[in-house]
């Protein structure tokens, strides 16, 4: 499968942005999904993370909990990452991935991940 991340841009901070990772050569149904980002100078770290499309939760780390949302729309084999409150700490380059194992819950460690996108910058002025 192949992904390709949109969405990104220049904010102010309190604002809201939604970026989205559209698939294609495959279906988006049969994978976990995950919402990575890469602030300048700092390590990849998970977001979010829709478990597989058959049963799956949907988890959130603590520093965008309430106020991001993850979605997932496997008939327009797109998923979705609504970013509300943004705070200039947000400011990052956000990657969609997508894991072939069955996992209810998606995992917050990159190495899970057998494909990933090329990635959307959104930065969060003050």
């Known amino acids: 499968v192949q992904l390709q991340a949109s969405g990104g841009g220049l904010v102010q901070a309190g604002d809201s942005l939604t970026v989205s990772c559209a698939a294609s050569?495959?279906?988006?149904?049969?994978?976990?999904l995950g919402w990575f980002r890469q602030a300048p100078g700092k390590e990849r770290e998970f977001v979010a993370g829709?478990?597989?499309?058959?049963?799956?939760?949907?988890s959130y780390s603590d520093f965008v909990k309430g106020r991001f949302t993850m979605t997932r729309d496997n008939a327009k084999n797109t998923m979705y990452l609504q970013m509300n409150t943004l705070k200039p700490e947000d400011t990052a380059v956000y990657y969609c991935a997508a894991d072939r194992s069955l996992r209810l819950t998606a995992s917050p460690d990159m190495g899970a991940y057998d494909y990933w996108g090329q990635g959307t910058l959104v930065t969060v002025s003050s």
């Open positions: 829709i478990g597989w499309s058959g049963n799956g939760r949907t």
């Open positions: 050569g495959s279906g988006l149904s049969g994978y976990v």
